[in-house]
């Protein structure tokens, strides 16, 4: 049952609607390799364009990403007007299939500001904070503009250029006594900073601190929690326990050698991580991957998503109590690791896709270990639909409980099974079909309520959607090479390299310093296991990327926890939390 | 008091906390058997000495009481739940020659007595370590108990009405005929709930509820306090075992078996039974358990005492 959106965007474009709104017109157009248009528009005109579009395009529009580049040490600016800092705001449409914008709003070196748009999109309170928190740009009117992803106590604005990126470049680190006095005083919690009230007209508040080391909140995740007996008056979540600076080491690292670090970001999705990287690499470059080497991409990327939903489906059984399914699932994923191991030689990060390609071709009896799991894994997806999904218990724990609108949804920035579940059938693969999902056949599933209950419903039948898809990849795997025939192939194509030169330079440097990927941005989005997975990467002509954005689907999802947990127990936002399906270091990065 | 009878009386306790450390290995066993994995299986034949390994370890682990603990209260909460648990024991006939006070003329109003007391282990312990979690679970405890207390002791007022007596040997005497299980199949089903509530396991384990408050009541426990809980909740799962056998399952009743192997045999199943509950079911909200208990088998058990007495007075007249 899909809710459709109407949208006077597609008609007009949100393009021509921003134009209609600015009486000067852009700063500047730029044109980007991703083909997503890209308007720079003054400080001053952000509030009315943004609301402008807000009113005008109804429920259906998005803002995915919100982040900043630091222009100051770029080159290749060509045509972009003067900035020390760029806000980009990242806008989609879910209405229409390609309807999107990047707005950029260009920021001088010194103390720069923008107002907040919290109002228009309570998703961006976060987006905001984590710029103010990683680049130091301030949004006034923000309700709660304060550091993040990294500690009170930090000094300075990492994802800055001017912020060290490595240890070495500090002096080595020791902890003072009033270091440390320092930092326990920091943790202490004070209900006032974090917007709660010690006492209601009539009674005390209990704050229970539920993490960041609790069984319950997968990972390193925090949640203050003031409670009335065990109803929860107000929640407020704590984030970046788990923050390992991912967007900066991408700054340090060459376009190859950053691979390996994106599989660390959604940890249950592996390859894809590995996904929308290298698709926006190959975007900047212009590089074309090979159709065997699509099919190879998606069906890895079909099986993580099982894997990754197995692992939902089991501990969300578990975060209601019930302790065998968890094991059963284990085992399944168990097969699947196994398949992938067969694949790629590693299981859960296997790192295995490359820049016009991927690693290396399917080995000898891929085929067979494929078709025996899919023969396989749907008999048992029935017994755990018997076991858990049916079972009055679990229905009576999940069913009513955390639920939110498509509206809710799309203005809060939650994409995947948690959209879907709300009758919305949005989903990347088929709303702008990346690799070769334009030839595959699936169904969106859907739900009605958006509560618990639905967002697993929705997962569990994504699984049969993913053994379906996977059938179709074994079934339908084209020959050819698995690696695109161009110089930016990394690593390059060897068959020459020992017949001439030019092909053996080209190799050697690719190969020592990495390839030099020409100037340019782009970004590439893909339906991960969570949602939209999006990687923005801006090139400034060098081996390295001169700026990495990753754009998580957990992010966005977590920061609805408080306007989910108002009024219920903290046995239904255990359940909430696990039906949200999120991993912390698909939060932090 | 007779030589056999001290014999008894300290021999018993010995056997009961013997038995529910070998019963913590047989459920992980079990547990890894449904589970599709193995479960402890290194020390000793079939990993069956890791009870042992695990007692002896947590023997020597610290006994840390938290500064910010009640510290009377918290070192007493450990030895109620253990001590109220031992005691329900005395009475509870294994055959007619077996047992400590076997044919006490309450004895069935002791061991209610002695359960509603094991409540306060729990909830003592959780108001006395002073920690949130802590009292969270000490206050879902209280609730639990609140609920449950009521309808067990109804359930069971069918079986002391059929029998005729609170004396736990008329009751299995009474059922030389039939087991109580047939004509009190309410009354059995209503306990059975009531009673995994008392052990507080899964599907009931609402103070405990790690999955929402950690470990619950006894999240600032270690060493052999922490022990103590451990131990008394699998001699709880005997107990009530031991019960439902007594009263629904004909006791040691039974052909060709001596008596005594009918009654463990009884037992073992009824604790089997435990173990594959919490093997399966999730675990409901404690104002859904509440819910069930006031709304639900509230009257149900009340409806089996009016049908008892309708269907005993008709027989009688």
């Not at chain 1, 820049?355 to 048992?380: K, Q």
């Not at chain 2, 507080?200 to 060493?223: C, I, M, V, W």
Request: proline residues 7%.
């Amino acid at each position: 049952m899909a809710t459709t959106l109407l949208s006077p965007a597609r008609e007009q474009g949100l393009a021509d609607i921003i134009s209609h709104h600015l009486p000067n017109g852009f700063l500047a157009t730029q044109p980007a390799c991703d083909g997503v248009p890209t308007l720079w528009i003054a400080a001053a005109d952000l509030r009315p364009v943004m609301a402008a579009l807000k009113a005008s395009a109804a429920i259906s529009l998005m803002l995915l990403d919100l982040t900043a580049i630091d222009e100051r040490q770029r080159t290749h600016r060509n045509g972009q007007p003067q900035a020390a800092f760029t806000v980009v705001y990242h806008l989609i449409s879910l209405a229409t299939r390609t309807d999107e914008v990047r707005i950029k709003v260009p920021l001088g070196a010194t103390a720069p500001a923008l107002p907040s748009i919290c109002d228009l999109w309570p998703g961006a309170n976060w987006y905001e904070r984590e710029v103010w928190d990683l680049f130091g740009i301030h949004f006034h009117n923000h309700p709660d503009l304060r550091r993040i992803l990294t500690p009170p106590t930090w000094t300075g604005h990492p994802l800055r250029k001017d912020h060290h990126a490595r240890a070495t470049e500090m002096p080595p680190y020791s902890l003072t006594e009033e270091h440390e006095a320092c930092e326990q005083d920091a943790m202490r919690f004070d209900p006032s900073a974090w917007g709660m009230r010690r006492h209601s007209d009539h009674s005390d508040f209990m704050f229970l601190n539920l993490g960041p080391n609790h069984p319950s909140v997968h990972g390193v995740f925090r949640i203050m929690l003031q409670l009335e007996g065990e109803r929860i008056v107000d929640a407020v979540p704590d984030i970046g326990f788990h923050h390992r600076g991912a967007e900066k080491m991408g700054e340090r690292q060459s376009w190859h050698t950053y691979i390996p670090y994106t599989d660390r970001v959604d940890y249950l999705g592996g390859v894809m991580n590995n996904f929308p990287y290298v698709m926006a690499v190959e975007t900047l470059a212009g590089i074309t991957v090979p159709p065997r080497a699509q099919m190879i991409r998606v069906m890895l990327a079909e099986l993580f998503r099982i894997a990754s939903h197995l692992v939902f489906y089991g501990t969300m059984a578990q975060d209601v109590g019930q302790l065998s399914p968890v094991f059963y699932m284990f085992t399944d994923r168990e097969r699947v690791f196994g398949i992938i191991e067969a694949i790629c030689g590693f299981r859960m990060h296997p790192a295995w896709f490359r820049i016009g390609g991927v690693a290396m071709d399917l080995p000898e009896g891929w085929e067979g270990l494929i078709r025996a799991f899919l023969d396989d894994l749907p008999e048992r997806l029935d017994e755990y639909d018997a076991m858990v999904m049916r079972n009055p218990i679990f229905r009576a724990r999940t069913k009513g409980i955390g639920a939110y609108t498509t509206t809710e949804a799309i203005e809060w920035g939650v994409t995947g099974p948690g959209l879907r579940a709300t009758g919305l059938a949005w989903d990347y693969r088929r709303h702008a079909p990346y690799a070769c999902y334009d030839q595959l056949e699936f169904d969106i599933p859907t739900g009605t309520n958006g509560d618990c209950y639905d967002r697993i419903a929705v997962h569990v039948e994504e699984m049969r959607q993913s053994l379906r898809i996977i059938r179709q990849c074994v079934d339908n795997m084209p020959a050819g090479p698995v690696k695109a025939d161009h110089p930016l192939t990394t690593p390059p194509p060897k068959a020459r390299t020992m017949h001439d030169i030019e092909t053996l330079i080209h190799h050697f440097l690719s190969v020592s310093w990495g390839p030099v990927i020409p100037p340019g941005e782009a970004r590439a989005s893909i339906e991960a296991t969570k949602g939209v997975n999006t990687y923005t990467l801006v090139s400034d002509g060098g081996t390295t990327s001169y700026r990495t954005r990753i754009r998580t689907p957990s992010f966005a999802h977590l920061q609805m926890i408080p306007l989910l947990s108002r009024g219920i127990m903290i046995a239904d936002l255990i359940a909430i939390l696990g039906s949200i399906d999120f991993v912390m270091a698909d939060v932090d990065r | 008091m007779t030589y056999s009878a001290f014999f008894t009386i300290i021999l018993t306790p010995l056997v009961i906390l013997g038995l529910a450390t070998v019963l913590t290995w047989v459920e992980r066993r079990l547990l890894g058997l449904w589970q599709d994995r193995y479960g402890p299986n290194r020390v000793g034949p079939g990993g069956m000495f890791q009870a042992v390994a695990d007692g002896t370890k947590i023997l020597f682990k610290q006994d840390w009481i938290p500064p910010f603990a009640d510290r009377g209260v918290f070192i007493l909460a450990p030895a109620i739940g253990m001590m109220t648990v031992l005691l329900s024991f005395a009475v509870i006939p294994v055959t007619m020659g077996m047992g400590i006070a076997g044919d006490m003329n309450v004895g069935l109003l002791f061991v209610l007595g002695m359960m509603g007391l094991g409540v306060y282990a729990v909830v003592l312990a959780g108001w006395s370590s002073n920690s949130k979690y802590a009292l969270l679970g000490g206050m879902r405890a209280a609730a639990q108990m609140i609920s449950y207390e009521v309808f067990m002791g109804l359930s069971l007022l069918g079986v002391v009405m059929m029998a005729g007596s609170f004396n736990l040997h008329d009751i299995v005497a009474a059922q030389a005929g039939v087991w109580f299980i047939i004509p009190q199949c309410l009354g059995f089903g209503v306990f059975m709930l009531a009673g995994i509530a008392q052990t507080h396991r899964l599907p009931f384990d609402l103070p405990e509820g790690e999955n929402e408050l950690g470990a619950g009541f006894h999240t600032e426990y270690s060493g052999m306090k922490f022990g103590m809980f451990f131990i008394a909740e699998y001699a709880g799962i005997v107990l009530v075992s031991s019960l439902v056998t007594t009263l629904y399952l004909g006791g040691w009743r039974g052909p060709f078996l001596p008596p005594a192997m009918w009654f463990a045999l009884k037992t073992g199943v009824m604790i089997i039974f435990f173990i594959l509950l919490r093997a399966s079911l999730p675990r409901p909200r404690y104002d859904q358990l509440m819910a069930l208990g006031w709304k639900i088998l509230l009257p149900l058990s009340l409806l089996n005492v009016m049908a008892t007495g309708t269907i005993l007075m008709l027989r009688a007249s």
